[in-house]
């Protein structure tokens, strides 16, 4: 687990908070006036908080920016007796999203932070006011989501490499080594920005995975896709039809390796047919590390227009 006070170099300097109301501790970055609109924002595998440090200064001056880590990443624990299946983390987000009462949520979600904010979408439509896709899938329901899922798997590199490793034994060995694997494996899924990469930065995304231990989340995260244990959200009618009322837009890097626009921005259009979609070209799944800036700019443009 990351120290509480790291900061990596002064990159990411904002203040940790700790709730332990998901039945672990629980880290997360909670920063803007108290009062103003949410922006929550979930990141995915295997990253963290940090992802989204370029994002939490242009939107803090105006709104609410509440980044949580995932049960197993970053500063927040990595309990040994809990599974960590999607339906565990859209239960976690759940406790918390009640126990601070956010309300007016604009959504910006990477990667599974897409599936768990669109469960929590699902519970809770009356608490979302915005859904920001940053490469981040938007399971609600769809009935062709098993095929969409099942024909982007055939073309990734991660998720065949997920499907070898589960049936020969070695996925829970490789990722249990992911802080010293950390850079191989957030290649393979799609990142760029080679320019980045320093020995802060690979401190950044390795150190939550320091031992075996530690790695339970990551693991779950792929074993859940590998096995089938992951169990989508499906939205009644009555959420069904809020959600689709909301404004939204998709930001998608279109080098993404992992998440094939021709699989996912489907499942987008399907739920917002009159929705933005910007297509970043030579941008890969990491698009907030890959185009900080012009994924910033989007999102604080998307959020003023509406």
Known sequence: MTRADATFGSSFPYAPHFTDVPGYRMHYVDEGP??????????????????????????????????P??????????????????????????????????????????????????????????????????????????ADLVERVTANAGVSPWFQWIAKAEADGSLEPVLGQLGFNILSTLKLNGFENHTLITDTWLDAYGSPFASTAECLGAIGWAKGFATGAHRFETPDAA?????????????????????HA??????????????????????GHYCLEDAPDKVGRLITDFIQQT
């Open 34 to 67: 108290r009062g103003a609109a949410v922006v929550l924002c979930l990141h995915g595998e295997p990253t963290w908080g940090y992802l989204f440090r370029h994002l939490i200064p242009v939107l803090s001056a105006t709104h609410r920016v509440v980044v």
């Open 69 to 142: 880590d995932h049960m197993g990443f970053g500063k927040s624990d990595t309990p040994p007796d809990r599974s960590y299946w999607l339906q565990d983390h859209i239960d976690n987000l759940e406790r918390f999203v009640l126990s601070l009462d956010l309300n007016d949520i604009t959504l910006v979600m990477h990667d599974f932070g897409g599936p768990v904010g669109m469960g929590l979408a699902a519970r809770h439509p009356d608490r979302i006011q915005r859904v920001i896709s940053t490469n981040g899938p938007t399971p609600f329901g769809q």
């Open 239 to 259: 959420a069904d039809r809020a959600i689709r009322s909301r404004p939204a837009i998709a930001i998608w890097g279109e080098a993404d390796r992992t998440l």
């Open 262 to 283: 021709e699989h996912f921005l489907p499942l987008f259009t399907q739920i917002f047919p009159s929705a933005p979609v910007q297509r970043l070209a030579g941008v």
